[in-house]
C-alpha cells in the first residue's frame, strides 16, 4: 500500500500488523486492528457532531492511551488536531483554543476540573469528546464513542496537502506561535526517521514527550508506521527517575528518544547501575544540548547501543542527526550532524550570502518536512522565510532556524548556540551559550542557565545552576573555573545555586521564570 497521509499509517499497519500491540500506557494497550476501529469509530462521531474538513480539534489529555486514538480518529475525521498542554495556565488554553478557532475538544475524566474551569472563560467550544459529565456544552463519553456503529461509516477524504496538525510553541519567550503541518510534512518525517533509525515491527519505542512537543511525533508517526509498538511513559514514570528506568528495563525498550534532561536525573538518580538494558539499540535525544560528561558515562553504560544527536526545529520536525558510538574525537561540540535525504541547507550571514566554509552563520533548511507556515500569522511566516530565486517564477524557500552553525572538517554541522542568545555587553559580542557549554563542563555543575539582567541601572551576566548533590562544589570553585577558561568580560557577575529550575511542559528550562524567581535574591 503507497502511502500518502498520516492516516494511512493506521490502515496500513492494521492490515499488516493487526495483532501487534500499538500503543501501551500504563496496564493499557491496543492493537493495530483495535486502533483502526477505535479511531474510525472516533472520526464518525466527530464528523456526525459536525467536524469538517480543515477544522480544528483541541486534544486536552494527559498521557494516555486515548491520545494515539485521539490523534488518528481526528485526522481521519479529515480534521486538524492541537495538542494543548494540561499543565499549562487556564488563561493560555483558552487563547489557544479561541485563536484556533477550536469548537471541539477531545480530553477525559482526568481532566474534569480543569474542563470546568476552562469554561468558566468565553470559549468557542461546541463540546467536548471524552468526558461522562454534564457541562455547559454539549458533551459525550469515550463509551459512547467506543459503541459507535461503523457498518454506514465512509472515511472522509484527505490528500497530503491538507492541514494535519497545529502545535504551538511551549511559550517560554514570547507569544505562543502555531506550527502547522500537514499531512505530506508529517508523513516525511515518519518516513525520514523511520528509515534512519531502521524501526522494525519488533521494535519497542518509549515515548517520553507530551503530545504538545514536537518530538513525540516519532512515537506517534514513526513507530506505527513501521508496525513497532509505543511505549507512553505515564505522567508518574516521568516525575520519578528510578521508577522510568524500571520501566524502560521492564519494558525491553529498544528505542529511547527524549530530552537530556530525562537521561541525566536517571543517571544521577544511581538507578541505571541497577537495571539491564540490554534491549537498547538507539537511543534518541534532542531539544536540549547534551553535556558530554554525561554522554561519556551512558556510552559506558549502554555499549550496544547507538546514540543519535537529533536535531531539527518543529517547524521542519527533524533536518539533521549525529550517530555515534565513541566521543574519543570530540573535545568541545558534539555534532548536529549532517541533513538527512530530501533535505538541503545553507549558512549565512547577516547579510544573506552564504559564507565560506568554516565559517559561522545562520543555519536555513529547505525539507520535504516544512511546516506550511505558523497559523494566523502571515508576517511571522514570512519573516521566518529565506527565499532563493533559481529562475523567474522559480525560488526555492527555506525555513531560517535562528541558530548560529558552521561546518568542521569533517563536514558536519555545530550548532553554536542561538541568533538571538548572542548579547553585547561593553562593547564585546558575548555567546551565552558559551558560557553556559563552559560551566556544564564542571563536574560538580548539573544543569545552567545564563541571563544578562540589570542590577542598580548596569547590565550584568548572572549564571543560575543546579550542583551534583553529591559534589562539595562551591561557587568561588565554578568563579575560578570560570576566570580559567572564559575571556574576562565573559565570566559572571554572580553565580547562584537553585534547588530547582522551572521548566516548561516539554522538560526545557523556563528562563522567563528563573528570572523572576531570582530577582529578590539580586
Known sequence: MELFTLTD?????????????????????????QLDVKTS??????????????????IYLNRCIETAIAIYGILKAGGAYVPLDFTAPHQRTRFLINNCGIEFLVTSNKQKRKITALLDGSLSLKGIIGLSHDMPVKTLSWDFVFNMNLENYQATKIIEDDLAYVMFTS???????GIMHTHRSGLNYAKLSADLYRVNPNDRVGNHAPINFDISTFGYFSAPLSGASTVIITDAHTKFPVSLANLMAQ???????????????????????KINLNSLKWVLFGGEVFG???????????????????????EVNQCTYHNFNSLSEINSHLPIGKVWDNTEFKILDEDDKEVIKGAQGQLVIRSGTMMKGYWNNQNLTQASLYTETIAPKLNHTYYRTGDLVKLNKNGELLFLGRKDNQIKLRGFRI???????????????????????????????????LIDENSNTTTEDLMKHCKNNLPVYAVPSRILVLKSFPRTSSGKVNKNEIEKTIKPLL
Request: charged letters at 20%; aromatic letters at 8%; glycine letters at 6%.
Open 9 to 33: 499509517i493506521i490502515k496500513n499497519s492494521a492490515d499488516l500488523y493487526p495483532s501487534n500491540e500499538a500503543f501501551k500506557c500504563g496496564d493499557t494497550a491496543v492493537s493495530y486492528k
Open 171 to 177: 511559550g517560554s519567550t514570547g507569544a505562543p506561535k
Open 251 to 273: 519494558e525491553k525498550l529498544t528505542i529511547w528518544y527524549s530530552v537530556p534532561l530525562a537521561l541525566v536525573q536517571m543517571l544521577l538518580s544511581g538507578a541505571l547501575d
Open 41 to 58: 469509530q472516533l472520526a464518525k462521531c466527530l464528523v456526525d457532531s459536525g467536524i469538517k474538513k480543515g477544522d480544528r480539534v483541541g
Open 292 to 314: 558530554l560528561k554525561y554522554l561519556k558515562q551512558f556510552l559506558e553504560k549502554w555499549p550496544n547501543a547507538t546514540f543519535s544527536n537529533v536535531y531539527g526545529p518543529a
Open 431 to 465: 555567546e551565552i551559550d558559551e558560557i553556559e557549554n563552559t560551566l556544564l563542563k564542571h563536574n560538580g555543575v548539573v544543569e545552567v542557565a545564563v541571563m544578562l539582567q540589570n542590577i542598580n541601572e548596569e547590565k550584568v551576566l548572572i549564571a543560575t545552576l
